[in-house]
């Protein structure tokens, strides 16, 4: 069955610095989300994207973030200068179409700001 | 703006106990509502969906859930539990004008063997 996937697993990184979290969405998907945990508090809505735009995007992301689908394949989130909060389980997630169709989501990638 | 809230936030019961998790929405229009599932180290499965027809929707694993539409609920039960089935279970659902999920704030259940 086809899945999402993330890499990295875990990434530990210095406040300030810049990361970006890579998701591989399901082959034949066109919309694409990301959404973050922190711990202990829900899974949070951040952006989603379709047809090379950003559709929605919730508050949370600010001009620190950025997404990008930089080829057929991959679907990035770039943080350009980690915050200590940012630290969160970030979920990337894909769907067939918009609208009432379920969404796909990754394993998830764990990133820890020190 | 769509809301959705569980009030459940620990569950504690032994095998083969019937279980029941509630979620409740606030949300005027076409409501599509979700139940996802977060076994120990694994990522958000999709136990059951809800989008339109027989209110009462059965998913995987043996999970049911109603859709009452008078109490703005989206229960999701299991007759008897397992001890696979410890987990944290999500009730989500679409905002209408977008595509995003919005999460309940999750329920941890642990089934003692």
Known sequence: ?114 | AQSVSQHNHHVILSEAASLELGCNYSYGGTVNLFWYVQYPGQHLQLLLKYFSGDPLVKGIKGFEAEFIKSKFSFNLRKPSVQWSDTAEYFCAGPQAAGNKLTFGGGTRVLVKP
């Open chain 1, 1 to 114: 069955e086809p899945e999402v996937t993330q890499t990295p697993s875990h990434q530990v990184t210095q406040m300030g610095q810049e990361v970006i979290l890579r998701c591989v969405p399901i082959s034949n998907h066109l919309y694409f989300y990301w959404y973050r945990q922190i711990l202990g508090q829900k899974v949070e809505f951040l952006v989603s994207f379709y047809n090379n735009e950003i559709s929605e995007k919730s508050e949370i992301f600010d001009d620190q973030f950025s997404v990008e689908r930089p080829d057929g394949s991959n679907f990035t989130l770039k943080i350009r200068s980690t915050k200590l909060e940012d630290s969160a389980m970030y979920f990337c997630a894909s769907s067939g179409s918009g609208g009432a169709h379920e969404q796909y989501f990754g394993p998830g990638t764990r990133l820890t700001v020190t």
